[in-house]
């Protein structure tokens, strides 16, 4: 009896099992003037990224509203939805103009303020973390920031997506709210913001450091964990430790770790049910009284009203 053959189609990369005259498209015809010519430095700042978001609201807000100078504990942004109004960065002493269609990026730790400018001003905020490898802040290591105009209807879409997601809280708003982030950044990374090359040096720096990011993230809820330590499981003095993480990370070795370890209580204030007591416990911090003095001075909250904070509006 004769039995047939199966026939298999050999792999072939640009055509289909057709019998020929099919063709994908390939990226020389998605290019478009706006498409980035080269983002290998960017990959390589992007290998293990994360977004965490803490809230997102959408204002209608008064001729007289302001938002006086301050510093927050998370990355923000303000999008300008209607109407104009103006903000400072940083140490600069000069107001900047807002209009419609301009997202006012906002780095952790960077002196901020924002204000109606005679006109009622409808905007979107958004409260997030953006994280890199080891857990380091990518808008800090950046030094990213300020006013970015929208060059599509885009930034509106999304931002109105973040808001409405969390307004609702169907299933899956989390990871709604994260991609629709995810989007924003990657807009700004890859054709707005001036993202720092990894030259071979820093990128030595980098591979240097990365076991001694990865224990400090194992550790985050040990008290008791040390700069000796960690130098040691590098093998190198805890001076020349502490110059390689400066020099990379533009932070102190104690700085660094508190600063994970308040991120990380953050991040259970938000995502869990846990009690003050064991958020202290697993974030590493020896007492609650510590716990809640430092959280304070940099969310400038409390522990308990920033938890509040995830459903409540934050200005």
Not at 151 to 176: K, M, Y
Not at 267 to 289: D, Y
Not at 296 to 312: K, S
Request: hydrophobic fraction near 40%; include cysteine; glycine fraction near 6%.
């Amino acid at each position: 009896m004769h039995k047939s053959k199966l026939k298999v189609w050999p792999s072939r990369p640009h055509h289909l099992p057709t019998g020929g005259g099919a063709v994908h498209r390939t990226a020389t015809d998605y290019r478009t003037p706006s498409t980035p010519t080269s983002t290998r430095h960017l990959a390589g700042w992007l290998q293990g990224a994360s977004v965490q978001v803490v809230n997102a609201f959408q204002w209608r807000c008064q001729p007289h509203w302001r938002v006086p100078l301050r510093i927050i504990g998370d990355n923000m942004w303000f999008y300008i939805r209607t109407g104009h109004a103006r903000c400072r960065l940083g140490e600069e002493s000069r107001w900047r103009p807002l209009r419609p269609g301009d997202l006012f990026l906002i780095p952790q730790g960077r002196p901020h303020a924002i204000e109606a400018d005679g006109s009622v001003v409808e905007c979107d905020s958004l409260h997030f973390f953006f994280r890199g490898r080891g857990g380091v802040d990518l808008l800090q290591v950046w030094r990213a920031g300020g006013i970015h105009r929208a060059h599509s209807a885009d930034f509106a879409r999304l931002n109105r997506t973040i808001a409405a997601e969390f307004a609702v809280r169907a299933p899956g708003w989390q990871q709604a709210m994260s991609a629709a982030t995810w989007e924003v950044l990657l807009d700004l990374a890859r054709h707005r913001l001036h993202i720092p090359t990894l030259a071979p040096d820093l990128q030595r720096h980098w591979d240097r450091l990365a076991p001694v990011l990865a224990l400090i993230e194992e550790r985050l809820d040990d008290a008791a964990l040390t700069v000796a330590e960690l130098a040691d499981a590098v093998h190198v003095s805890e001076p020349y430790l502490r110059k390689l993480v400066k020099q990379t990370l533009n932070s102190g070795v104690i700085a660094f770790i508190q600063r994970r370890r308040l991120e990380r209580a953050s991040h259970l204030l938000i995502e869990t049910n846990l009690v003050l007591k064991e958020i202290t416990a697993r974030s590493g911090f020896a007492s609650p009284t510590l716990f809640h003095r430092l959280f304070r001075r940099r969310f400038g909250v409390t522990p308990a009203a920033y938890r509040e904070r995830g459903a409540l509006p934050y200005h």
